[in-house]
């Protein structure tokens, strides 16, 4: 008999592939887009959580195994709300915390750079005014970062004005998994990102790093053309002045984010040991999860055009 610690896991896990395979072939028309992107979502979203889970075990923590949460295309366009996993017994020290976290996003973004590469390999360049792009009435348009700009042009080259990348179902899947490492990474309160800093640096410049972190989920909500304005309601002409480089529209999303945050709270709990030194190794690696943070941002991750 298969105990509940694993039946519950192993059903959530069955059930989350077969919505993200809806999603899929709701997104590509066919059942084999669906089965790609259901494989390689959850082999991105599994690698993570395996990652937590597999140093977890190593240190001797109590930890669950991955549970994913499935949810309808009508509620989630990707078919999920994610994966997360429970650790249930208090981490000893900081290095142990700092494996643990960091496991995670390094093992699903190994995952993820070679998924968006194969996708956008068999993802078509159309013309905006095509007939496949004319039968849509709106269509999502997806972020570009630094590592989603540089695969593209490796894979596909350069893009003709007047033409957009269509993108695979799998190569989809590599970019919802760049973006899900971009919010683990976030250096604020329990997400990955705030345990690296935790374990980096002392416990005030945690709480000073997670309050600068919500600051600026802020500004990239809001965007700085509301601020420019604001200044310039207030007098203060000179702080309304800014270069043409720095306006950006924002994206609502980083709001919900900063407000979950605050709700969640910013602070982290203290671990069994008070030890502070983590060693150089890890310091390289707390500095390799801020390049993949850098790299994979994308400021305004998902938009809507209208066709038409």
């Known amino acids: 008999m298969i105990k509940r610690s694993t039946l519950i896991p192993l059903v959530l896990f069955i059930l989350t592939a077969a919505t993200t395979f809806l999603s899929g072939y709701m997104i590509s028309g066919t059942y084999t887009g669906g089965v790609l992107f259901s ?9 993570h959580e395996m990652g937590h889970y597999f140093y977890g075990r190593k240190y001797g923590v109590s930890i669950t195994l991955p549970w994913f949460i499935p949810a309808p295309p009508f509620l989630s366009p990707i078919g999920t709300f994610g994966a997360f ?24 973004v190994v995952v993820a750079l070679p998924v968006l590469f194969v996708g956008l390999l068999f993802s078509d360049v159309v013309a905006l005014d095509s007939e496949r792009l004319s ?55 329990q997400l990955d990102g705030g345990h690296v800093v935790y374990c980096v640096f002392p416990t005030e410049w945690h709480k000073a790093i997670s309050a600068a972190t919500v600051i600026f989920l802020v500004i990239m909500g809001v965007g700085t053309a509301p601020l420019v304005d604001f200044a310039d309601y207030l007098g203060l002409w000179v702080l309304g002045v800014l270069p043409e480089w720095l306006m ?30 983590i060693g150089s190794g890890r310091k390289a690696l707390a500095f390799l999860s801020l390049l993949i943070f850098i790299s994979c941002f994308t400021p305004v991750p998902i938009s809507i055009v209208e066709f038409g």
């Open 39 to 47: 494989v390689s979502l959850v082999a991105i979203l599994g690698a």
């Open 85 to 108: 996993i429970r650790i249930k017994s208090r981490i000893r020290g900081r290095r142990e915390l700092f494996d643990i976290g960091v496991a995670g996003p390094i093992a699903g």
């Open 135 to 189: 039968e849509m009435q709106t269509a999502m348009s997806l972020g570009n970062s630094l590592v989603f700009a540089l695969f593209s042009k490796m894979a596909i080259g350069e893009v003709a004005q007047g033409y957009e990348i269509l993108l695979h179902p799998v190569a989809f899947a590599g970019w919802i998994g760049l973006f899900v490492t971009v919010l683990n990474l976030m250096p604020a309160g």
């Open 248 to 277: 950006f529209e924002g994206w609502v999303g980083w709001l919900f984010w900063a407000i979950l945050l605050l709700v969640l709270g910013t602070s982290h709990p203290p671990t069994i040991s008070s030890d502070t030194e």
